[in-house]
């Protein structure tokens, strides 16, 4: 393992770590005020319409930050969620995923509507563009990291893998994995619905 790949592994479980205690200490009465994840943003979603975090009021939405030419993580991670999506039955209406790039240079709207449009991906996922400005906008807001890899027409973008539960009203209600299994994603998704109810 090279040690760019090690130190983007440690980022990674460092900002999963954090995100987990705050929620915790948050669900548990210990904060003082609500978790800082999330927040304002100005993007565009696959079909053209510019959007904002209003986007996320209404429905539990599962932010990943990812692109579309991502090798690995980024399908797994979404065929993971759509196992979980059709494993919570009825509640799964409830449910969405928004994916928002982190390569916005190559995933236009289209790109966007294409890829997400893979049978073994969440039904009815929203994907989110915008200029690199609005893209780092959003990902600050989240704590998400990426970082383009390479030149060229083959880069790569290293990212955070941290899946982001928002609740209905659009505020943070908890991190997971994105190695969890599709029971388990959906085990995280339904105890966080539940202590809303």
Known sequence: MSLRTAAWIATGVAALALICLLAWLNVNGYAQRPVA?????????????????????GRWSAVYFGYTYCPDVCPTTLQMLGQAQAALGDKGKAFRVVFITVDPARDTPAQLKDYLSNQGFPAGAIGLTGTQAEVAQAAAAYGAYF??????????????????????????????????????????ILRAMNRQN
């Open 37 to 57: 994840v999330g927040g304002p943003f100005h993007l565009v979603d696959q079909d053209g319409r510019a959007v904002d975090e209003s986007i996320l009021q």
């Open 147 to 188: 970082q383009k890899q390479g030149t060229g027409a083959t880069y790569t973008v290293n990212h955070s893998s941290v899946i982001y539960l928002m609740g209905p009203h659009g505020r943070f209600a908890t991190g997971f994995s994105t190695g969890l299994t599709p029971d388990q994603a959906r085990d995280q």
